[in-house]
C-alpha cells in the first residue's frame, strides 16, 4: 500500500458510505487502505462491513470492546494496524475533506518530513466548521497555551490541535505514546522533534450527527496537557511564586515606611520584573536561550511586556482597593495570579521563541503489534 487511511470512529455510520465514496474519488489511481477503528455503541460496525463489501480498496474494521485511551488510543490502534509506512489520519464526519489529502501526499513527496499537517489557521485555511463563536475561542485560545507549553518542537506548527494529519510512521515511536483523548497529534509532536509541514485547509460542517466535544473532552485536554508539559510551566509557576512574594514583601514594606500604596506597587513591579527575567534565563528556558537571540533583545521584550502588563494591571488594582475596600496586598496578589498564564504564553511563545528551527533526526521506529483487546472483523 501506498497509503494506510485511519479513520477513528464512533457513531458515525450515516457518515461511512460518503466518505468512502469520496476518498475513491480523490485517490483513483493511489493504493491506498482504510482502516476503521471503532469504538461505537450503535450500528456502525455493521454499517462499515457493509460498505467494506462494496467498496474497491480495502476496507478494515478493528471494533474495540473498551476505548482504551478514547479517539487517541484508537488512531494509535489504527497506525499499529496499518500496513503503510504512510499514514493518514482524519475523522470520519467529514469535516476533513478527502479532497485535501493529495495536497498532504504532494508535500510528505518531496522527502523532507516526517508529518504534514493540515492546519485550520495557516494561510488559506478555515475553521468556519467550529460550532459558533465560543467553541472557536477556545480552540485558539488551547492552541496558544499549547504552543507555549511546548515553544521548540511546535514551532512551525499553526494547529497541532488538528485531527487531521500525514506522518510517517517509522519516524514515530508509538511504545513512547499515551493517548489520553481527541488530541494525538498534540502527543506525537511533543514527544519527539520531528521535521513537519503544513497544508492549508477548509474545516468543514458535519455531514451527519452530532459533535462529540464536550466538557469532559476538555478536561481530558487539560490533563494530557500538563502531563506532557508539567516540566516546564511548573518552574515557570515556581519562578512567578517567588516573584509574585517578592513583589508583595517590597510593597508592604514601602507601604510601611509610609509610601502610597500605587508608588509601592509601582517600584515592587519594577524589581521584581528584573528579577524574574535573570530566573527565567538561568532555571526556566535555560535550554531555548541559544536559539532565541540575544539576551538584551529578550530582556527588552520581557521588560517591555511586564511594564504594559503592570500599566493595565495597576489601574485593575485601584479599582479593585477603590470599589470592594478589600486590603491592597491581597488585591495585588489576585491581579498577580491572573497575570500568570499571560505572562508564561508571551514569553514562550515571543520572548523565547527560536530564531531558528533545529529538526531532530528521526530514527526509525518499528511499529507495534495491536493491543489485545482489541478484535479486527
Known amino acids: 500500500m501506498d497509503l494506510s487511511l485511519i479513520v477513528p470512529t464512533f457513531n458515525e455510520g450515516p457518515n461511512v458510505r460518503e466518505l468512502l465514496r469520496r476518498l475513491a474519488q480523490t485517490l483513483a489511481g493511489t493504493a491506498y487502505e482504510v482502516v476503521f477503528v471503532d469504538d461505537s455503541t450503535d450500528d456502525t460496525p455493521d454499517i462499515i462491513?457493509?460498505?467494506?463489501?462494496?467498496?474497491?480498496?480495502?476496507?478494515r474494521l478493528i471494533h474495540r470492546a473498551e476505548a482504551v485511551g478514547g479517539l487517541g488510543g484508537a488512531v494509535v490502534a489504527g497506525i499499529q494496524a496499518a500496513t503503510a509506512d504512510w499514514c493518514l489520519v482524519m475523522d470520519g464526519d467529514l469535516q476533513h475533506p478527502?479532497?485535501?489529502?493529495?495536497?498532504?501526499?504532494?508535500?510528505?513527496?518531496?522527502?523532507?518530513?516526517?508529518?504534514?499537517?493540515?492546519?485550520?489557521?495557516?494561510?488559506?485555511?478555515?475553521?468556519?466548521?467550529?460550532?459558533?463563536?465560543?467553541?472557536?475561542?477556545?480552540?485558539?485560545?488551547?492552541?496558544?497555551?499549547?504552543?507555549?507549553?511546548?515553544?521548540?518542537?511546535?514551532?512551525?506548527?499553526s494547529d497541532p490541535m488538528t485531527g487531521f494529519f500525514l506522518l510517517h510512521r517509522p519516524a514515530v515511536e508509538l511504545d513512547t505514546l499515551r493517548p489520553r483523548g481527541f488530541k494525538i497529534l498534540l502527543e506525537v509532536l511533543a514527544r519527539r522533534q520531528l521535521r513537519l509541514a503544513e497544508v492549508p485547509f477548509d474545516f468543514a460542517e458535519r455531514h451527519a450527527g452530532a459533535s462529540k466535544a464536550s466538557f469532559t473532552q476538555g478536561v481530558r485536554f487539560l490533563a494530557q496537557l500538563t502531563m506532557l508539559r508539567f516540566g516546564r510551566m511548573s518552574a515557570f509557576a515556581v519562578v512567578g511564586g517567588v516573584g509574585a512574594v517578592a513583589n508583595l514583601?517590597?510593597?508592604?514594606?514601602?507601604?510601611?515606611?509610609?509610601?502610597?500604596?500605587?508608588?509601592?506597587?509601582?517600584?515592587?513591579?519594577?524589581v521584581t520584573i528584573i528579577g524574574n527575567f535573570l530566573?527565567?534565563?538561568?532555571?526556566?528556558?535555560?535550554?531555548?536561550?541559544?536559539?532565541?537571540?540575544?539576551?538584551?533583545?529578550?530582556?527588552?521584550?520581557?521588560?517591555?511586556?511586564?511594564?504594559?502588563?503592570?500599566?493595565?494591571?495597576?489601574?485593575?488594582?485601584?479599582?479593585?482597593?477603590?470599589?470592594?475596600?478589600?486590603?491592597s496586598v491581597v488585591a495585588a496578589a489576585l491581579t498577580l495570579v491572573a497575570a500568570f498564564v499571560v505572562r508564561f504564553v508571551f514569553h514562550a511563545l515571543i520572548v523565547y521563541a527560536p530564531q531558528r528551527q533545529r529538526a531532530g533526526a528521526a530514527a526509525p521506529a518499528a511499529a507495534a503489534p495491536v493491543a489485545a483487546d482489541e478484535r479486527a472483523a
Open 98 to 157: 478527502p479532497e485535501v489529502i493529495p495536497q498532504l501526499l504532494a508535500r510528505a513527496a518531496r522527502g523532507d518530513v516526517d508529518v504534514v499537517v493540515a492546519s485550520r489557521y495557516v494561510s488559506g485555511g478555515t475553521s468556519k466548521g467550529l460550532a459558533g463563536s465560543v467553541r472557536t475561542a477556545v480552540s485558539r485560545l488551547s492552541t496558544l497555551l499549547t504552543k507555549a507549553m511546548f515553544p521548540r518542537k511546535l514551532h512551525g506548527c
Open 49 to 59: 462491513r457493509a460498505a467494506a463489501a462494496e467498496s474497491d480498496a480495502p476496507v
Open 249 to 270: 514583601a517590597i510593597m508592604w514594606a514601602l507601604i510601611a515606611l509610609g509610601m502610597e500604596y500605587v508608588w509601592a506597587a509601582i517600584i515592587a513591579s519594577e
Open 279 to 327: 530566573l527565567l534565563e538561568y532555571l526556566v528556558f535555560a535550554d531555548m536561550r541559544a536559539d532565541s537571540g540575544l539576551m538584551r533583545h529578550r530582556f527588552l521584550k520581557s521588560f517591555t511586556f511586564n511594564n504594559l502588563e503592570a500599566v493595565i494591571r495597576i489601574p485593575v488594582l485601584w479599582v479593585i482597593v477603590e470599589a470592594t475596600h478589600i486590603p
